[in-house]
Protein backbone atom coordinates (compact mmCIF):
# COMPACT_ATOMS: atom_id res chain seq x y z
CA UNK A 1 0.00 0.00 0.00
CA UNK A 2 1.29 3.73 -0.85
CA UNK A 3 1.50 5.80 1.86
CA UNK A 4 0.61 9.14 1.55
CA UNK A 5 1.64 12.30 3.92
CA UNK A 6 0.39 15.67 3.64
CA UNK A 7 2.44 18.79 4.76
CA UNK A 8 1.38 20.79 6.80
CA UNK A 9 -1.30 20.11 8.38
CA UNK A 10 -3.13 23.42 8.20
CA UNK A 11 -1.50 26.72 6.02
CA UNK A 12 -2.60 29.85 7.95
CA UNK A 13 -2.70 32.51 4.93
CA UNK A 14 -4.83 35.76 3.92
CA UNK A 15 -6.25 35.62 0.52
CA UNK A 16 -4.12 36.88 -2.30
CA UNK A 17 -1.20 35.21 -1.00
CA UNK A 18 0.52 32.14 -2.37
CA UNK A 19 -0.31 28.58 -1.06
CA UNK A 20 1.87 24.99 -1.09
CA UNK A 21 0.77 22.15 -0.34
CA UNK A 22 3.20 18.87 0.11
CA UNK A 23 2.35 15.45 -0.69
CA UNK A 24 4.86 12.83 -0.02
CA UNK A 25 4.01 9.40 -0.92
CA UNK A 26 6.08 6.37 0.85
CA UNK A 27 6.88 4.65 -2.73
CA UNK A 28 7.15 6.25 -6.29
CA UNK A 29 3.95 6.32 -7.99
CA UNK A 30 3.84 5.51 -11.53
CA UNK A 31 2.75 7.54 -14.53
CA UNK A 32 2.14 10.62 -12.17
CA UNK A 33 -1.28 8.63 -11.33
CA UNK A 34 -1.51 11.70 -8.14
CA UNK A 35 -4.57 13.62 -8.16
CA UNK A 36 -5.44 16.52 -5.85
CA UNK A 37 -9.24 17.68 -4.34
CA UNK A 38 -10.99 20.56 -2.74
CA UNK A 39 -13.32 19.57 -0.34
CA UNK A 40 -15.51 22.55 1.48
CA UNK A 41 -18.03 21.67 4.42
CA UNK A 42 -21.19 19.33 3.91
CA UNK A 43 -19.47 19.04 0.22
CA UNK A 44 -18.46 16.10 -1.97
CA UNK A 45 -14.52 16.42 -3.20
CA UNK A 46 -13.83 18.02 -5.90
CA UNK A 47 -11.53 17.27 -8.42
CA UNK A 48 -8.85 19.68 -8.72
CA UNK A 49 -5.23 18.10 -10.80
CA UNK A 50 -4.81 15.13 -11.99
CA UNK A 51 -1.85 13.17 -13.48
CA UNK A 52 -0.03 15.49 -10.82
CA UNK A 53 0.00 18.50 -12.95
CA UNK A 54 -3.23 18.52 -15.38
CA UNK A 55 -6.15 20.84 -14.48
CA UNK A 56 -9.54 19.14 -14.33
CA UNK A 57 -12.21 20.63 -16.88
CA UNK A 58 -13.14 24.35 -14.92
CA UNK A 59 -10.36 24.35 -12.45
CA UNK A 60 -9.35 28.23 -12.48
CA UNK A 61 -5.14 28.57 -14.03
CA UNK A 62 -4.29 29.52 -10.22
CA UNK A 63 -4.22 26.12 -9.45
CA UNK A 64 -1.28 24.40 -10.45
CA UNK A 65 0.66 20.86 -9.63
CA UNK A 66 3.81 19.48 -10.33
CA UNK A 67 6.34 16.64 -8.82
CA UNK A 68 6.63 13.21 -10.31
CA UNK A 69 8.01 10.02 -8.30
CA UNK A 70 7.09 10.16 -4.80
CA UNK A 71 6.97 14.19 -4.19
CA UNK A 72 3.98 16.11 -5.63
CA UNK A 73 2.97 19.93 -4.80
CA UNK A 74 -0.24 22.04 -5.27
CA UNK A 75 0.38 25.45 -5.85
CA UNK A 76 -2.33 28.33 -5.39
CA UNK A 77 -0.91 31.34 -7.02
CA UNK A 78 -2.99 33.80 -5.34
CA UNK A 79 -5.88 33.01 -2.57
CA UNK A 80 -9.23 33.50 -3.32
CA UNK A 81 -11.74 33.63 -0.68
CA UNK A 82 -13.47 30.82 -1.54
CA UNK A 83 -10.20 29.01 -1.82
CA UNK A 84 -10.24 28.28 1.72
CA UNK A 85 -11.10 24.71 2.18
CA UNK A 86 -9.19 21.37 2.49
CA UNK A 87 -7.06 19.34 0.20
CA UNK A 88 -6.69 15.95 -0.44
CA UNK A 89 -3.76 14.30 -2.35
CA UNK A 90 -4.62 10.44 -3.64
CA UNK A 91 -2.63 8.02 -5.96
CA UNK A 92 -4.57 6.07 -8.47
CA UNK A 93 -1.74 3.95 -10.01
CA UNK A 94 -2.53 0.86 -8.19
CA UNK A 95 -4.91 -0.44 -5.65
CA UNK A 96 -5.59 0.44 -3.02
CA UNK A 97 -5.84 4.03 -4.13
CA UNK A 98 -4.86 5.69 -0.93
CA UNK A 99 -5.66 9.01 0.08
CA UNK A 100 -3.28 11.78 2.35
CA UNK A 101 -4.77 12.84 5.29
CA UNK A 102 -5.36 16.27 4.43
CA UNK A 103 -4.41 20.37 4.46
CA UNK A 104 -6.54 22.65 5.73
CA UNK A 105 -6.43 26.22 4.34
CA UNK A 106 -7.07 28.71 6.79
CA UNK A 107 -7.70 32.64 6.54
CA UNK A 108 -5.08 34.16 8.67
CA UNK B 1 -22.60 15.84 -18.09
CA UNK B 2 -22.06 12.61 -16.20
CA UNK B 3 -23.99 12.93 -13.20
CA UNK B 4 -24.05 10.23 -10.22
CA UNK B 5 -27.05 9.96 -7.62
CA UNK B 6 -26.58 7.78 -4.64
CA UNK B 7 -29.00 6.44 -2.09
CA UNK B 8 -29.57 4.08 0.41
CA UNK B 9 -30.11 3.09 4.11
CA UNK B 10 -28.50 5.51 6.66
CA UNK B 11 -29.21 3.94 10.03
CA UNK B 12 -27.72 0.90 10.81
CA UNK B 13 -27.46 -1.75 13.75
CA UNK B 14 -24.37 -3.40 14.71
CA UNK B 15 -24.53 -6.65 12.34
CA UNK B 16 -26.38 -5.33 9.88
CA UNK B 17 -25.53 -4.87 5.75
CA UNK B 18 -25.19 -1.74 4.37
CA UNK B 19 -26.84 -1.42 0.64
CA UNK B 20 -25.89 1.58 -1.40
CA UNK B 21 -26.60 2.30 -4.85
CA UNK B 22 -25.45 4.93 -7.47
CA UNK B 23 -27.26 5.26 -10.68
CA UNK B 24 -25.12 7.15 -13.17
CA UNK B 25 -26.56 9.89 -15.04
CA UNK B 26 -25.71 10.79 -18.73
CA UNK B 27 -23.72 8.40 -19.16
CA UNK B 28 -22.36 4.83 -19.54
CA UNK B 29 -20.91 1.98 -17.18
CA UNK B 30 -18.90 0.89 -20.47
CA UNK B 31 -15.92 2.54 -19.49
CA UNK B 32 -13.70 3.32 -16.32
CA UNK B 33 -14.04 2.05 -12.84
CA UNK B 34 -16.70 2.70 -10.13
CA UNK B 35 -15.96 3.44 -6.98
CA UNK B 36 -16.85 3.66 -2.94
CA UNK B 37 -15.19 6.17 -1.17
CA UNK B 38 -15.88 7.13 2.67
CA UNK B 39 -15.15 9.77 5.02
CA UNK B 40 -15.24 9.39 8.74
CA UNK B 41 -14.03 12.30 10.88
CA UNK B 42 -11.20 10.52 12.42
CA UNK B 43 -9.73 9.02 9.34
CA UNK B 44 -10.04 11.18 6.50
CA UNK B 45 -11.12 9.87 2.99
CA UNK B 46 -10.74 6.45 2.81
CA UNK B 47 -10.99 4.49 -1.00
CA UNK B 48 -13.43 1.32 -0.44
CA UNK B 49 -13.50 -0.64 -3.39
CA UNK B 50 -14.30 -0.54 -7.03
CA UNK B 51 -15.54 -1.64 -10.12
CA UNK B 52 -14.86 -1.82 -13.96
CA UNK B 53 -17.34 -2.20 -17.04
CA UNK B 54 -16.19 -5.59 -17.10
CA UNK B 55 -17.41 -6.23 -13.44
CA UNK B 56 -14.09 -6.41 -12.66
CA UNK B 57 -13.51 -5.58 -9.18
CA UNK B 58 -11.00 -4.35 -6.02
CA UNK B 59 -11.44 -3.97 -2.96
CA UNK B 60 -9.34 -2.27 0.18
CA UNK B 61 -8.19 -5.07 2.09
CA UNK B 62 -8.78 -3.56 5.34
CA UNK B 63 -12.36 -4.50 4.79
CA UNK B 64 -10.90 -7.53 3.80
CA UNK B 65 -14.18 -10.14 2.47
CA UNK B 66 -17.11 -7.95 4.16
CA UNK B 67 -17.23 -5.85 0.77
CA UNK B 68 -18.50 -6.47 -2.42
CA UNK B 69 -19.44 -3.98 -5.53
CA UNK B 70 -21.41 -4.72 -8.41
CA UNK B 71 -22.77 -3.30 -11.61
CA UNK B 72 -26.35 -3.52 -12.64
CA UNK B 73 -25.57 -2.26 -16.57
CA UNK B 74 -29.70 -2.87 -16.86
CA UNK B 75 -30.21 0.07 -14.91
CA UNK B 76 -27.06 1.50 -15.36
CA UNK B 77 -25.89 1.81 -11.79
CA UNK B 78 -23.49 0.20 -9.47
CA UNK B 79 -23.67 -0.95 -5.87
CA UNK B 80 -22.13 -1.07 -2.55
CA UNK B 81 -22.81 -4.11 0.30
CA UNK B 82 -21.22 -4.26 3.49
CA UNK B 83 -21.38 -6.74 5.73
CA UNK B 84 -21.19 -7.05 9.49
CA UNK B 85 -21.50 -3.21 9.90
CA UNK B 86 -19.83 -1.56 13.65
CA UNK B 87 -19.72 1.61 14.71
CA UNK B 88 -16.42 2.04 12.94
CA UNK B 89 -18.18 1.83 9.63
CA UNK B 90 -20.00 5.03 10.83
CA UNK B 91 -19.10 7.61 7.68
CA UNK B 92 -20.29 9.64 4.36
CA UNK B 93 -19.94 7.27 1.85
CA UNK B 94 -19.79 8.25 -2.13
CA UNK B 95 -19.94 6.97 -5.27
CA UNK B 96 -17.72 7.99 -7.77
CA UNK B 97 -16.36 7.74 -10.92
CA UNK B 98 -12.68 7.04 -11.70
CA UNK B 99 -10.86 7.80 -14.60
CA UNK B 100 -7.70 10.28 -14.46
CA UNK B 101 -8.67 10.48 -10.92
CA UNK B 102 -11.97 11.08 -9.24
CA UNK B 103 -13.75 13.35 -11.62
CA UNK B 104 -17.25 12.54 -10.86
CA UNK B 105 -18.95 12.40 -7.29
CA UNK B 106 -22.03 11.55 -5.83
CA UNK B 107 -23.97 13.65 -2.87
CA UNK B 108 -22.45 11.22 -0.55
CA UNK B 109 -24.85 9.28 2.04
CA UNK B 110 -24.60 9.60 6.68
CA UNK B 111 -24.60 6.03 7.36
CA UNK B 112 -24.91 5.91 11.33
CA UNK B 113 -24.08 2.18 13.11
CA UNK B 114 -25.86 2.21 16.52
CA UNK B 115 -27.28 0.48 18.76
Known amino acids: EIV ?66 TDFTLTIARLEPEDFAVYYCQQYSITPRTFGQGTKVEIK | QVRLQQWGAGLLKPSETLFLSCTVYGGSLNFDFWSWVRQTPGKGLEWIAEVDYRGTTNNNPSLRSRISVSLHTSHNQFSLKLTSVTAADTAVYYCARLTDGLDVWGQGTTVTVSS
Open chain 1, 4 to 69: LTQSPGTLSLSPGERATLSCRASQSVSSSSLAWYQQKPGQAPRLLIYGASTRATGIPDRFSGSGSG
